[in-house]
């Protein structure tokens, strides 16, 4: 990861973490804001209450008596409501009858008038104060809405002197001047403090994610150099093992040699002192035919010959059969395909039997050594199904996939449990699997007891002769 793409993470952090901290600003701002606009209006409403109900209780305790006011008590209630303090805090009032009548109000128009029952004043007959601002839409307030856009409304419950109980509810108006003021103020301290602390927690953020952009630096700094070292290795266990097959690939067609070289200083030496001492065991067995002398009182001396000659001849054709299994045929200049018939047709004249060759599209050429491993994994392979299967249903399929040769030989002898044939040391798949994966080929055996066997080999045509370095 470059350095501008961990900056430009760093900065969407930032932005990202910014965005969401203005966003919570705004919302906590606007909440607390309004909190106190609320909590401010109650305020009022109620210390404003508990003044009206100290003053206006007194005038209102006719009521329980005939459900009106008495003409005292309405002038009483006109010189409490005009030229006092009281009255120049409270712009406008109301008395309420719980059926929704105007008792009393400031507005003389209204007293007698029966309106609908809203919830707040019903609130206020269930003993709550209710304050809020009002917009002065509703039916009672015709006189409010030409002197005001809106005042602070409050309904306070009002209680007889003597049993406590409700009798009526006082609705009373302020002005909103004083209480933007104090708001305004409230919340220009609360948006300052909500500002600074979102400050505070951005620059945490951005110091936090600071850290973790050094952290995350440094840590890819240091995967990068181990990633360099582990490339570095890679490479060079590549060219170890690339030097690996290639020393495979030479040992492979060495050991042909040598075996070349053993065949013929076998047939050029042994075989023909031995064929040279049967001519001479034959001159000399016709000539001592007729000698009577006997060994040991037993037997002739033309019969020890004749042993001798038995003897000879039975070496001789074992050290013939041998070096003819050493020898192997002149495959550099033949094909995969050409390989494959030859290992085949050379089975089958040994053994009389027929084997079913199926060569599909395979190179026209393959390095020496995979020729080599191809002609003695089928001459092994063929050889183990005679003696051990009897050579039942024989088949060859040879193919190529992925620059790979694909050799697959099968039977339907007896079969065996390739587990203990492993443990029993069977030299001849143990070679047949060294052979192909000491190319860097795969060997995989597949047989149970009764139903054949199936032997799979892939070779890599990428192989180095025996001449290249």
């Not at 007729?290 to 033309?302: E, F, H, N, T």
């Not at 050379?346 to 050594?369: F, Q």
Request: proline share 3%; with cysteine.
């Amino acid at each position: 990861m470059n350095p501008f793409a961990r900056f430009g993470l760093v900065r969407l952090l930032l932005a990202g973490g910014g965005v969401i901290l203005l966003a919570g600003m705004l919302i906590i701002g606007t909440w607390i804001s309004k909190e106190l606009e609320r909590g401010h209006i109650d305020h009022v409403g109620f210390l404003t209450s508990l003044y009206m109900e100290s003053f206006v209780s007194p005038h209102v305790q006719s009521l329980p008596g005939n459900g009106q006011l008495s003409e005292v008590d309405q002038i009483a209630l006109d010189g409490l409501l005009s030229g006092t303090p009281l009255g120049r805090q409270v712009v406008a009032f109301k008395l309420w009858a719980s059926d929704g009548t105007v008792l009393y109000s400031t507005n003389p128009a209204l007293i007698g008038r029966k309106f609908e029952v809203r919830p707040a004043l019903a609130s206020a007959f269930a003993n709550k104060i209710h304050s809020e601002i009002t917009d002065l839409s509703d039916p009672d307030n015709e006189f409010e809405r030409m002197h005001w856009s809106r005042l602070i409304e409050t309904y306070a419950p009002l209680r007889a002197r003597d049993t406590g109980t409700i009798i009526a509810v006082s609705e009373f108006y302020q002005t909103t001047d004083d209480l933007e003021q104090e708001v305004g103020a409230a919340r220009l301290r609360s948006w300052l403090m909500v500002s600074a602390a979102t400050l505070v927690i951005f620059l945490l953020l951005a110091a936090l994610v600071k850290r973790a952009s050094n952290t995350i630096a440094r840590q890819q700094s240091e995967l990068s150099e181990k990633v360099t070292q582990l490339t570095a290795l890679l490479a060079q266990n590549e060219q170890l093992h690339e030097r690996v097959r290639r020393a495979a690939a030479r040992t492979t067609a060495l050991n042909e040699r040598f075996l070349h070289r053993i065949a013929a200083d076998l047939h050029d030496g042994p075989v023909q002192d031995l064929a040279l001492a049967l001519m001479r065991i034959d001159t000399l067995s016709e000539f001592c035919a007729r000698c009577a002398s006997r060994l040991a009182g037993k037997r002739g001396v033309g019969d020890e010959f004749r042993v001798m000659h038995t003897a000879l001849q039975s070496a001789l054709g074992e050290v013939r059969a041998i070096s003819a299994g050493l020898r192997l045929p002149e495959i550099e200049r033949m094909s995969i395909a050409e390989t494959t018939r030859r290992a085949v047709r050379h089975y089958e004249r040994r053994t009389g039997l027929a084997v079913t060759l199926n060569v599909g599209e395979v190179p026209s050429d393959a390095p020496l050594p995979v020729k080599i491993t191809l002609y003695r994994l089928l001459q092994e392979s063929l050889a183990n199904g005679f003696r051990h299967g009897g050579g039942a249903e024989q088949r060859v399929a040879v193919t190529s996939e992925d620059s790979q040769v694909v050799v697959e030989v099968a039977d339907r002898g007896k079969g065996f449990d390739p587990r203990s044939a492993a443990s029993d040391g069977h030299l001849g798949l143990a070679g047949m699997r060294e052979r192909v994966e000491i190319l860097g080929g795969t060997f995989s055996i597949e047989s149970a007891l009764g139903q054949g066997a199936v032997i799979r080999a892939s070779l890599p045509l990428a192989v180095f002769g025996p001449n290249d370095e």
